[in-house]
């Protein structure tokens, strides 16, 4: 396609069902649902569900920015959080972003049990942080990065997008809808991106609309799919299918991309579910025996909560007093769960074998 590419027109929701529904299509979604299953079912034995969500939005925020090139570390991110520094640099201050966008969603997900347009806006503008709302001026294209040859031209007009937003938005509440939700999914991310309704962060906003909509199915319960790692590491072909279901109307190819990234990404999550569950009996059966007098459970559940932690924050969940919480804190370094680190005026105490599992 040269640069006078021509436009082809989007077609509304749904696809013929032949196209969404091949037996290739079946056999993939019975295995991907199974998966997506088993990792509803495993967080659900995790005693306190905001340790897992915290580590794992954190991680598709970070994965999910990654894929647009704003690049952060784990640690960056985690002293951000934990600390008011003005001085993060503006990729890790996006990614903290990111993650109030999701959680934004899934409060409004879990109030309403749908999404409207709006709420959609609502969501890139806690991402991108400018109010500039749906496209009215002419001239977004998506270009290949290494050619900068003009790969698909969304629509340029402003009532187009927002009649095409709606369609979307009412398959996307639909819920009598005879087909699997996860060929859904596919199919509902590929309408996004095709809208492409936004002049920035449209990728990162559809792809919090795909947890979003596992949420609103049913499917899991918390935002804890980090699906963004399957798309980073298959980059190319993501690019590469959105591009050529655009341009052939074939769906099938996409389709099990998709389900692919969902069975892979819930198998991936269960296993760190796993290993975050060993560490914390591990953790809380060493402070019992090491550290008998100071043992909580909610002490010890807080670490993997906030894993970059200090001494406000033991004073907030324990309620007691500074000097008590700081020699909690020193006393877990003694034993080798915690390490403190140094950051500007605070200290901070990192578990850093949880932090080892989540990288
Ligand atoms: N050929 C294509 N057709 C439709 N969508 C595409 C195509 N190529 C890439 N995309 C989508 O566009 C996103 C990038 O759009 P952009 O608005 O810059 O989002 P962000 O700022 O979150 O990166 C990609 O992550 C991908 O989801
Ligand atoms: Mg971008």
Redesign the pocket.
């Known amino acids: 396609m040269g640069q006078d590419a021509p436009y082809r027109i989007l077609d509304k929701l749904p696809p013929q069902r032949e196209k969404i529904e091949t037996i290739k299509i079946l056999r993939k979604v019975n295995k991907a649902t199974a998966a997506l299953a088993e990792l509803k079912g495993i967080a659900n034995t995790i005693p306190n569900q905001s340790m897992l969500v915290n580590a794992i939005v954190l991680k598709e925020a970070k994965g999910s920015s990654e ?2 090139n704003i690049i952060t570390t784990q640690d960056e991110l985690y002293k951000a959080l934990t600390v008011n520094t003005s001085n993060s640099s503006p990729e890790t201050k996006e990614v903290i972003n990111y993650r109030k966008a999701i959680f934004l969603g899934f409060d409004l997900i879990k109030k309403q049990g749908f999404l409207r347009v709006n709420d959609i806006i609502d969501i890139q503008q806690e991402l991108i942080g400018n109010k500039a709302g749906i496209r009215s001026m002419p001239g977004t294209v ?1 270009k290949n990065d290494a050619t900068g040859e003009i ?2 031209t ?1 629509p340029q007009d402003k009532e187009e997008i927002l009649d095409l937003l709606s369609n979307f938005i009412e398959y996307f509440n639909q819920d009598k809808n005879e087909i699997s939700p996860l060929v859904n999914l596919a199919v509902l991310h590929h309408q996004f ?2 809208i ?1 309704p ?9 792809r919090i609309l795909n947890i979003l909509y596992l949420i609103l199915n049913d499917l899991i319960d918390f935002p804890i799919l980090y699906l963004s790692s399957f798309l980073i590491e298959n980059k190319p072909d ?2 590469r299918l ?2 050529q279901t ?1 341009q052939l109307g074939e769906w099938e190819e996409w389709i099990i991309f998709m389900l692919k990234s969902v069975e892979t990404t819930s198998i991936q999550t269960i296993e760190k579910i796993s290993a975050i569950r060993q560490l914390l009996d591990k953790t809380i059966e060493k402070v019992q025996i090491d550290a008998p007098k100071i043992y909580k459970k909610e002490f010890v559940e807080l670490l993997f909560e906030q894993p970059y932690s200090k001494i406000e924050f033991v004073v907030n969940q324990l309620k007691v007093e500074r000097k008590a919480a700081s020699r909690y804190l020193k006393e877990l370094e003694k034993i080798g769960i915690l390490e403190s680190q140094k950051v500007g005026r605070e200290t901070l105490y990192i578990n850093t074998k949880l932090i080892e599992i989540l990288k």
């Open positions: 894929i647009e998506l790969v698909y969304p991106e095709s492409h936004f002049y920035d962060g449209n990728g990162r906003t559809g993501y690019y959105l591009n655009n």
